[in-house]
């Protein structure tokens, strides 16, 4: 293990840091020069390397000097004087970790169609989209996003999909159709690793004909699209949560400032995040 610089701690003693791990070790000298290992000091340290582990996955961490614990503590904003207890409740309150996918312009048939998927490590999701029927009829169509890489047990993806019914330009109803649908997914929570690194095909599919199974129509479209799918996992978004009578709800937010809605593919400048939260209504 590569020992890191000596940094003067406390009087009466020294710890070092391992890159490798964020792990700092405590020592006390007596006054022969003999030295102990402070075990309560350890121990801390090695829940602070932990939370670090932690946070580096599903927060979202700031550039901070890996050997500097004082660093850390001035970029969560902890006042002095600082205590490793403050530092992990600090990386405990930052916000999670979060992917976002756009689709880009899509086209079947006479459907005009674009979405994005924003994914959380808390399992918040946001998923939303328009879709635009240039036809004289109607069709029935669907925008899709597959996660190639988050499966369950039995090998199957997880797919976020909308389904929705467009007017045609010489028919009664809607030719034009916009959604935002927030909620929050267990699966995508339990599987935030494999999440954050996965492959992603998106799929609009229309038809003049109804469908009865979407998921056959989905692992159907999937495989027209060159995709080896025998099976897909229906993502389901929950929008009640807690505190009772709690909706999640995503949007911008600036510091100190209300959440705006708006599709996360297009931030509306710098200092300024998106995010999904549970809200009292």
Not at 25 to 42: A, E, Q, V
Not at 46 to 60: G, N, T
Not at 92 to 111: E, M, W
Not at 270 to 277: K, N, P
């Amino acid at each position: 293990m590569t020992r890191g610089p000596f940094r003067t701690a406390s009087p009466g003693g020294r710890f070092w840091v391992s890159p490798e791990c964020l792990l700092y070790i405590y020592f006390r000298y007596d006054s022969c020069g003999r030295h102990t290992l402070d075990s309560g000091y350890y121990a801390l340290m090695v829940s602070l390397a932990s939370a670090l582990h932690a946070a580096s996955s599903r927060k979202k961490m700031p550039a901070f000097d890996q050997v500097s614990v004082h660093d850390l503590a001035v970029k969560l904003h902890i006042a002095s004087p600082i205590s490793l207890r403050d530092v992990m409740g600090g990386l405990n309150d930052l916000p999670p970790a979060s992917i976002t996918f756009g689709s880009g312009s899509l086209v079947a048939g006479f459907v005009h169609g674009s979405g994005y998927l924003y994914l959380q490590s808390d399992g918040g999701t946001a998923f939303g989209g328009s879709a635009h029927e240039s036809g004289v009829v109607g069709e029935n169509f669907f925008l899709a996003f597959l996660l190639l890489d988050v499966v369950d047990a039995k090998g199957q993806p997880i797919a976020f999909v909308h389904p929705d019914i467009l007017a045609g330009q010489l028919t009664i109803g809607f030719s034009d159709k916009n959604w935002n649908d927030y909620g929050l997914n267990a699966f995508i929570a339990a599987n935030w690793d494999a999440v954050r690194t996965t492959r992603v095909r998106v799929v609009l599919h229309a038809s003049t004909d109804g469908w009865q199974v979407l998921e056959a129509v989905v692992i159907g479209a999937f495989v027209a699209a060159g995709l080896a799918v025998s099976g897909v996992i229906i993502a389901n978004q929950v929008k009640a949560c807690e505190p009772p009578n709690g909706q999640w709800k995503c949007g911008f937010e600036r510091p100190g400032g209300p959440s705006t809605p708006g599709d996360p593919t297009r931030s509306p400048g710098a200092g300024v995040d998106y995010i999904c939260r549970c809200e009292s209504n």
